[in-house]
């Protein structure tokens, strides 16, 4: 079954810095793409982060390019999103799954509020 864990969310302070971590079960997590999706209130979900089976591509929406660092360790069947300079239009519950997501498959979330 396959399955997604993320943690790490919070509350942080405008400007701050936070990493999530997603832990993948019931596929192998070196055969596929995978990605850090976002739902802001009142919002629709987007992706947000993307990261290549063998790490060689990493890819952002421009709304986080510049300050997002996602990376992977096939080894541990981890994902992992590291975001700074966090404005309020960060704030959204953040999802990992694969790319194109698994749509039968989507984890609760981790919820991330950038307020000061």
């Known amino acids: 079954q396959v399955q997604f864990a993320e943690s790490g969310g919070g509350l942080v302070p405008p400007g701050g810095s936070l990493t999530l971590s997603c832990a993948v079960s019931?596929?192998?997590?070196?055969?596929?793409?995978m990605g850090w999706y976002r739902q802001g209130p009142g919002k629709e979900r987007e992706l947000v982060a993307s990261?290549?089976?063998?790490?060689?591509?990493?890819d952002y929406a421009n709304a986080v390019k510049g300050r997002s660092s996602v990376s992977r360790d096939n080894a541990k069947n981890t994902v992992t999103l590291q975001m700074n300079g966090l404005n309020s239009e960060d704030t959204g519950v953040y999802c990992c799954?694969?790319?194109?997501?698994?749509?039968?498959?989507w984890g609760q979330g981790t919820l991330v509020t950038v307020a000061s």
């Open positions: 019931g596929f192998r997590l070196g055969l596929v793409a």
């Open positions: 990261i290549s089976t063998q790490d060689k591509d990493h």
């Open positions: 799954n694969q790319v194109p997501a698994w749509a039968g498959a």
